[in-house]
């Protein structure tokens, strides 16, 4: 079946770092992938989707390309911030057969940024 | 817009009881899934209503069960709580037939199994 592995964490940085998140998975299909962030207290929001190989989703500074040959979608930011401490999810789901959306995710990465 | 909104926002229940999760999805949105967050985990999907019927189901005894209402709203049961359910319990809410439109989670309820 489907999943997605994410790189272990915790992962902590200092304010101004560079972020890499690695994320690989396995699909039978052509699945759509994404990024959810989930702040302390609430629910999961999209961050940013790629639906297609050699897509670039980015939003707020993150930025992730779906590479099929490797089967990756790393999240990457040049430039943290300590507001982006939170726990990333990536996550797939595939568009095709009976999957209708379901979406499967990683474990998830907590990154927590100090000033 | 008010989102998706769940309720409770916390519930402590014990061994054996019975449990509703209620959910209301976001204006327009038609499908709603469940997911099941243990501590330190990805949400793992249960289940999927979409026109009153449940559509797709994930690896969960049937000791969870599900409803959806004509005005798209619902819920969530478990039966016969076992500890190994507590866990944070998300409604996720998705309009469009695109299966890969963005779905949108509520804050979630916090179930605790005693």
């Known amino acids: 079946g489907d999943s997605v592995t994410q790189m272990e964490g915790p992962v902590t940085l200092s304010e101004e770092a560079f972020l890499t998140i690695n994320c690989t998975y396995t699909?039978?299909?052509?699945?759509?992938l994404f990024w959810y962030v989930q702040y302390p207290g609430e629910g999961l929001q999209l961050l940013l989707k790629?639906?297609?190989?050699?897509d670039k989703g980015s939003n707020k500074g993150f930025e992730a390309t779906y590479r099929k040959e490797t089967t990756s979608f790393h999240l990457e930011k040049g430039s943290v911030q300590v507001s982006d401490s939170a726990v990333y999810f990536c996550?797939?789901?595939?568009?095709?057969?009976?999957?209708?959306?379901?979406?499967?995710f990683g474990q998830g990465t907590i990154l927590t940024v100090h000033p | 817009d008010a989102g998706v909104t769940q309720s409770p926002t916390h519930l402590i229940k014990t061994r054996g009881q019975q449990v509703t999760l209620r959910c209301s999805p976001k204006?327009?949105?038609?499908?709603v899934s469940w997911y099941q967050q243990a501590l330190g985990q990805g949400p793992q999907f249960i289940f999927q209503?979409?026109?009153?019927?449940?559509?797709q189901r994930g690896n969960f005894p049937d000791r969870f069960s599900g409803h959806q209402f004509p005005n798209y709203s619902s819920e969530l049961n478990v039966n016969a709580l076992l500890l190994g359910d507590s866990a944070l319990y998300l409604c996720?809410?998705?309009?469009?037939?695109?299966?890969?439109?963005?779905?949108?989670f509520g804050p979630g309820t916090r179930l605790t199994v005693l």
């Open positions: 996550a797939l789901s595939d568009a095709r057969g009976t999957s209708y959306g379901k979406l499967t």
């Open positions: 699909a039978t299909g052509y699945p759509s």
């Open positions: 996720a809410s998705r309009g469009g037939r695109r299966p890969y439109n963005e779905q949108f």
């Open positions: 790629a639906t297609k190989a050699d």
């Open positions: 204006s327009g949105h038609d499908t």
């Open positions: 209503y979409y026109e009153e019927e449940e559509r």
